[in-house]
């Protein structure tokens, strides 16, 4: 079946520090990859999507992912991170062209330092 | 341009007893599915709707039901509430042109007493 992991539950960083937040996938083939993030009493918000190409793909708000087929990994970084960062952030993989039931990780909670 | 909307906010019932939370849309989207996300863990998907039909559904008991309405606008209904139903239910709409930028909605919290 397949499934995410985020290995970290919980990541703390000091405001102006890179960031790097891992995700690993399990799937029968290569799924579409996407990264959310969720602020307290908010809905998620997509960062960023991976369907094919240029496996460095840009998002909002200063994000970036690599996907890395031989590790089945999809990781997301951020040269520098601002204290409005402090949110979850989800990894998520759907199926392609199949639908778009979505499997979600259980997510990393990042903590910001002033 | 309004996004998803969800209502209501928050919800208590009890074990034993029924909901329906709504969802409408974001404008031009067709497209709607439902997820619950349980504390201090991601969503699950419980299914999705399409031109009023379910079109695909996770591993969801069917206590779960929905409806998808002639404006897209959508019902999560659930029966027979657990404890353990007690969760944020998100939404999240589509269209048919770009179906994998799901936009969520805020979400209804409903607790289970």
């Known amino acids: 079946a397949q499934s995410v992991t985020q290995p970290d539950i919980h990541i703390t960083v000091s405001e102006g520090a890179s960031l790097e937040l891992r995700c690993n996938y399990s799937y029968g083939a290569t799924p579409y990859l996407f990264w959310y993030v969720q602020s307290p009493g908010q809905g998620l918000q997509l960062l960023l999507k991976y369907f094919s190409g240029d496996t460095l793909v840009q998002g909002i708000k200063g994000f970036e992912a690599e996907f890395k087929r031989s590790q089945s990994s999809f990781n997301l970084r951020k040269p520098s991170v601002h204290w409005s960062d402090a949110a979850e952030y989800f990894c998520a993989v759907a199926p392609m062209n199949y639908g778009q039931n979505f499997v979600f990780g259980p997510g990393t909670r990042l903590s910001v330092l002033p | 341009d309004a996004g998803v909307t969800q209502s209501p906010t928050h919800l208590i019932k009890t074990r034993g007893q029924q909901v329906t939370l709504r969802c409408s849309p974001k404008s031009g989207h067709d497209t709607v599915s439902w997820y619950q996300q349980a504390l201090g863990q991601g969503p699950q998907f419980i299914f999705q709707?399409?031109?009023?039909?379910?079109?695909q559904r996770g591993n969801f008991p069917d206590r779960f039901s929905g409806h998808q309405f002639p404006n897209y606008s959508s019902e999560l209904n659930v029966n027979a509430l657990l404890l353990g139903d007690s969760a944020l239910y998100l939404c999240?709409?589509?269209?048919?042109?770009?179906?994998?930028?799901?936009?969520f909605g805020p979400g209804t919290r409903l607790t289970v007493t």
């Open positions: 709707y399409y031109e009023e039909e379910e079109r």
């Open positions: 999240a709409s589509s269209s048919g042109d770009n179906p994998y930028e799901q936009y």
